[in-house]
């Protein structure tokens, strides 16, 4: 599609217009010698997201990568912070409205504002690690259309680290599942939430195996590396 037509596409309303930049992402990708993708990584807390896209991310910029990670703990903290975080500066009203707990809408608003971090990211050339919870489907097929359609359709590749609730549960490494089973936190994934799982991702990691954390992030690598991403 012409650069043009896609930002006529784009044009979300008639005072909001498109604007096309001189350097396009055509050209940041020359320059950096690779594709620009997303590779998100889903699954309960504590199956193992953050510490496997820490080892990959080690990995492609060990081997010379332009890259950047995305992680749900860190994203909370600021471009996705809960009200009482925003409260101290900007009011209690604009904490309510724009700050983001664990309620459906919430996490379905957290991973929307990710989403579209992540493609504009993607659109600078970056291999964008990502390690949300991000428990409902249609959340993370939306994503998958914000960066397909920045892009193209292959560069969504959906990791489901898929380790059971009772390993996730043994691991409970910052005790977030013995305060959710004490009833102390609500709404939590796995436990008092739903988490759905992915049902065709690109890449499912089986967590409950007994591997190592490098032969995760490998088995990762090596996808990437045979569908011409790496
Ligand atoms: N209710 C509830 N449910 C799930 N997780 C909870 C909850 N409360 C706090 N936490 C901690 O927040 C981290 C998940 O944040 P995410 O932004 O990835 O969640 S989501 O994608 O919007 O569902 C998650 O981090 P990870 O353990 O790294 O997954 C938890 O540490
Ligand atoms: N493949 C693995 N084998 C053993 N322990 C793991 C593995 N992957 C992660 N862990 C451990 O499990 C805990 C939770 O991992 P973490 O990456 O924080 O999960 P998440 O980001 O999904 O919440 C950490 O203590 C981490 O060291």
């Known amino acids: 599609?012409?650069?043009?037509?896609?930002?006529?596409?784009?044009?979300?309303?008639?005072?909001?217009?498109?604007?096309?930049?001189?350097?396009?992402?055509e050209m940041r990708e020359r320059r950096l010698g690779q594709q620009g993708c997303v590779i998100w990584f889903?699954?309960?807390?504590?199956?193992?997201?953050?510490?496997?896209a820490n080892a990959l991310d080690v990995m492609l910029s060990e081997a010379?990568?332009?890259?950047?990670?995305?992680?749900?703990?860190?994203?909370?903290?600021?471009?996705?912070?809960?009200?009482?975080?925003l409260e101290p500066e900007h009011g209690a009203e604009f904490a309510e409205r724009f700050g983001l707990g664990f309620g459906a809408v919430d996490r379905e608003e957290n991973i929307?504002?990710?989403?579209?971090?992540?493609?504009?990211?993607?659109?600078a050339?970056?291999?964008?690690?990502?390690?949300?919870?991000?428990?409902?489907?249609?959340?993370?097929?939306?994503?998958?259309?914000?960066?397909?359609?920045?892009?193209?359709?292959?560069?969504?590749?959906?990791?489901?680290?898929?380790?059971?609730l009772e390993v996730c549960e043994a691991r409970?490494?910052?005790?977030?599942?013995?305060?959710?089973?004490?009833?102390?936190?609500?709404?939590?994934?796995?436990?008092?939430?739903?988490y759905e799982s992915p049902e065709s991702p690109e890449i499912r990691l089986d967590g409950g195996a007994g591997e190592s954390v490098d032969e995760m992030a490998g088995q990762v690598k090596a996808w990437l590396v045979e569908h011409g991403v790496f």
């Open 125 to 164: 050339g970056l291999i964008t690690l990502t390690a949300f919870v991000s428990p409902y489907r249609r959340d993370r097929d939306r994503v998958r259309k914000i960066v397909s359609q920045a892009g193209r359709p292959s560069d969504f590749v959906e990791v489901f680290v898929d380790t059971p």
């Open 112 to 123: 929307r504002r990710i989403g579209s971090v992540a493609a504009l990211m993607a659109s």
């Open 42 to 52: 889903t699954g309960l807390s504590g199956c193992g997201k953050s510490t496997i």
């Open 172 to 194: 409970d490494p910052k005790g977030l599942y013995k305060k959710a089973r004490a009833g102390q936190i609500k709404q939590f994934t796995g436990i008092s939430d739903p």
């Open 1 to 25: 599609m012409q650069a043009r037509d896609q930002g006529e596409q784009m044009d979300v309303s008639k005072d909001i217009v498109w604007h096309q930049h001189s350097v396009d992402r």
């Open 64 to 85: 010379g990568r332009a890259t950047t990670l995305l992680d749900g703990d860190n994203v909370r903290h600021g471009l996705c912070a809960p009200p009482a975080v």
